[in-house]
């Protein structure tokens, strides 16, 4: 969920809509073909690639290669791909995002991030302009409903971005991922790069793309031969990637706004690190669903807890302090996803850059004698902390990969 004013420059480009901006429905194909992002260029490698890392930089750099006819494989840690996408399906009578969830910009950014405006899909979005905004602060519930009109947001309407990724993506290269095979080492000390997984199995390549999250890099889970330069270590370790967590509840009833923020609403837009949603919102459903976001120290108050059901138990007693017993009284069901506990991603995103974010990222994408290479939503210079941005990031470096 984004405020129009935002610390983040990727707002700058959004498009604002009006308030009660009708439902749009997009076609992939009314995209131009200057929305291609990836130009024609000679190809110059002939090699092969590992990508490390399934989640939305690592499929979108498979997805390129396949394109090229480059000899690629996927390694993931996890039993999935996704990453920081996944999804719900079996929760309410709508596909749940139990971690990216908002498109954040112009939707035309999907035929981009497949390169493709000829796709002969729809996908439905929806303009996320919520009507009613309340914020809670001093024990005081207030209405601020006029903030709406300073909303500018999409989601899906009937699919998410895991399923979107499930859909465009995958098919293409799904053969390609190695799943449950978490590397421990990368060896780039010789001609060809060496990786080990922790169960002891070797991959070799001509080149590799790193694309894990900046948290996996900072506890030093992967070791490098020779050892990182230190100016790309300091840089890593400059990024914070604080804890994330989200928590979807069902309800008999909405006794809840469409938004509702638990701080002063300007201090709640701009660290944009805690929410409560109708997640149901403009979704094809009869279900009352309440969506909680939070990342930084907000998400901390949670996901520090030890058991799933003291984070409900906390949630509903903040919920009925606000609403007078209701969310105890309507309360059926509820679903948590707390980033912060899964091993392979321990935290939400890069949110705050320590030192210059240029520089930073400069450093953190700088590859390591042309052999090992790094894309990830921390990498994105206009875009991070999105999905689009860590597809952006992995169309830069497979460029550069290609080109040399
Ligand atoms: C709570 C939350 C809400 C968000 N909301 C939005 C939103 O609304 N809109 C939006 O655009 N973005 C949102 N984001 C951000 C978005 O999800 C990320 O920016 C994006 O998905 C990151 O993609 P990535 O490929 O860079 O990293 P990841 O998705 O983290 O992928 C990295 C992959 O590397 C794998 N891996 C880790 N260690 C190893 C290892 N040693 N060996 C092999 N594989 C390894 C991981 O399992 C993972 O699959 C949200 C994120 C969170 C956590």
Same mark, same amino acid.
């Given at each position: 969920?984004?405020?129009?004013?935002?610390?983040?420059?990727?707002?700058?480009?959004?498009?604002?809509?009006?308030?009660?901006?009708?439902?749009?429905?997009?076609?992939?194909?009314?995209? =131009?073909?200057?929305?291609?992002? #990836?130009?024609?260029?000679?190809?110059?490698f002939?090699?092969?690639?590992?990508?490390? !890392?399934?989640?939305?930089? !690592?499929?979108?750099?498979?997805?390129? &290669?396949?394109?090229?006819?480059?000899?690629?494989?996927?390694?993931?840690?996890?039993?999935?791909?996704?990453?920081? &996408?996944?999804?719900?399906?079996?929760?309410?009578?709508?596909?749940i995002?139990?971690?990216?969830?908002?498109?954040?910009?112009?939707?035309?950014?999907l035929?981009?991030?497949?390169s493709?405006?000829?796709?002969?899909?729809?996908?439905?979005?929806?303009?996320?302009s919520?009507?009613t905004?309340?914020?809670?602060k001093?024990?005081? &519930?207030?209405k601020?409903?006029w903030?709406?009109?300073?909303? @500018?947001?999409?989601?899906?309407?009937?699919?998410?971005?895991? !399923? /979107? /990724?499930?859909?465009?993506?995958?098919?293409?290269?799904?053969?390609?991922?190695?799943?449950? =095979?978490?590397?421990?080492?990368i060896?780039?000390?010789?001609?060809?790069?060496?990786?080990?997984?922790?169960?002891?199995?070797?991959?070799?390549?001509?080149k590799? &793309?790193?694309?894990?999250?900046?948290?996996?890099?900072?506890?030093?889970?992967?070791? #490098? *031969?020779?050892?990182?330069?230190?100016?790309?270590?300091?840089?890593?370790?400059?990024?914070e990637?604080?804890?994330?967590?989200?928590? /979807?509840?069902?309800?008999?009833?909405?006794?809840y706004?469409?938004?509702?923020?638990?701080?002063?609403?300007?201090?709640?837009?701009?660290?944009?690190?805690?929410? #409560?949603y109708?997640?149901?919102?403009?979704?094809?459903?009869?279900?009352?669903i309440?969506?909680?976001?939070?990342?930084?120290?907000?998400?901390?108050?949670?996901s520090?807890?030890?058991?799933?059901?003291?984070?409900?138990?906390?949630?509903?007693?903040?919920?009925?302090?606000? /609403?007078?017993?209701?969310?105890?009284? #309507?309360?059926?069901?509820?679903?948590?996803?707390?980033? =912060?506990?899964?091993?392979?991603?321990?935290?939400?995103y890069?949110?705050?850059?320590?030192?210059?974010?240029?520089?930073?990222?400069?450093?953190?994408?700088?590859?390591?004698?042309?052999k *090992?290479?790094?894309?990830?939503?921390a990498? @994105?210079s206009?875009n991070?902390?999105?999905?689009?941005?860590? !597809?952006?990031?992995?169309?830069? *470096?497979?460029?550069v990969?290609l080109?040399?």
């Open positions: 969920m984004r405020f129009i004013v935002t610390r983040k420059e990727f707002i700058k480009k959004s498009t604002a809509l009006g308030i009660g901006a009708p439902f749009l429905s997009i076609l992939l194909d009314s995209c =131009s073909k200057e929305d291609i992002l #990836f130009p024609d260029f000679e190809v110059n002939s090699g092969k690639v590992i990508v490390i !890392g399934a989640g939305a930089a !690592g499929l979108t750099a498979g997805y390129l &290669l396949d394109k090229y006819n480059i000899n690629f494989q996927i390694i993931e840690a996890a039993p999935v791909f996704g990453g920081r &996408l996944k999804r719900a399906d079996n929760f309410t009578d709508f596909p995002d139990l971690g990216a969830e908002w498109i954040h910009e112009d939707p035309s950014v035929a981009r991030l497949i493709d405006p000829s796709v002969d899909e729809n996908i439905e979005i929806i303009t996320y919520p009507e905004i309340y914020n809670w001093d024990g005081k &519930l207030k601020h409903n903030s709406a009109n300073f909303y @500018s947001e999409y989601k899906f309407k009937s699919t998410t971005w895991f !399923g /979107f /990724f499930e859909r465009f993506i995958v098919p293409n290269i799904s053969d390609r991922i190695v799943y449950n =095979s978490p590397v421990s080492e060896d780039y000390s010789s001609d060809k790069v060496i990786v080990k997984n922790t169960a002891g199995d070797i991959f070799e390549a001509d590799v &793309l790193v694309t894990v999250p900046i948290k996996i890099l900072q506890t030093e889970s992967i070791n #490098f *031969v020779p050892a990182l330069p230190s100016v790309k270590k300091a840089a890593i370790d400059s990024v990637m604080p804890d994330g967590i989200k928590v /979807f509840i069902e309800f008999s009833k909405q006794f706004p469409d938004i509702l923020f638990t701080d002063r609403l300007l201090s709640a837009a701009w660290s944009e690190d805690k929410l #409560f109708n997640a149901a919102f403009r979704k094809d459903s009869d279900k009352n309440l969506g909680l976001f939070a990342i930084g120290k907000k998400a901390s108050v949670y520090n807890l030890e058991t799933d059901d003291e984070i409900i138990t906390n949630i509903l007693n903040e919920l009925d302090t606000i /609403f007078d017993g209701k969310a105890t009284r #309507f309360y059926l069901n509820h679903i948590i996803q707390n980033w =912060s506990k899964e091993p392979y991603i321990q935290g939400s890069s949110y705050v850059f320590n030192q210059s974010e240029s520089a930073t990222i400069a450093k953190l994408k700088a590859p390591l004698d042309n *090992v290479y790094f894309a990830g939503e990498t @994105s206009d991070g902390a999105t999905v689009p941005g860590a !597809g952006e990031s992995a169309y830069s *470096v497979i460029e990969i080109k040399e």
